[in-house]
């Protein structure tokens, strides 16, 4: 399919529990696939990010984890994003300087993310042609790209209808 919706903006109905499960789950049989070492921390940190559909700072998954556990550390969280971020399990947030779970991982897809910039909540894009439209204009000036990640703010279903109701 060229233009797909990776995660949606998950609504008051969401059932996030299955949700981080499914993650979770995809993580480990991934790892258990390609021989990667999907460790109790590793699992904690993917855990972490998909906390909620928003993204997640480095810090704030430290914090987290410094109150489980007193040997946490900022390079321990950091290879662990590394690693996650590395397998397509995560993906950063440039503007935001986090991180959210993959909504499909272990597919190669460029990343079109929608932000809200109210509430911060997060949808996952997968459009093969703007992708491709992206990487072959810039290949046409002699650039050559090697990551895409598009982000696009605005306002999600939820802020966008309680802005309507205030307005109303």
Partial sequence: MASEVRSDFHRRRHNHKRCVEGALDAAERLCEARGLRFTALRRRVLKL??????????????????????????????RALDFL?????????ESLNGYVGCGEPGAAHAGQFLICRECQATAELDDAAIARTIDRKARRVGFAPDRQTIEVTGLCPDCAEGRTRRAG
Avoid: C, K, M, S
Avoid at 57 to 77: K, N, Q
Avoid at 85 to 93: A, C, D, P, S
């Fill in 85 to 93: 971020l590395e397998h397509g399990f995560v993906h950063r947030i």
């Fill in 49 to 78: 990010v998909w906390q909620g559909h928003r993204p997640v700072r480095a810090y704030d998954v430290l914090a987290r984890l410094g109150r489980e556990h007193r040997g946490a550390a900022p390079p321990t969280v950091y």
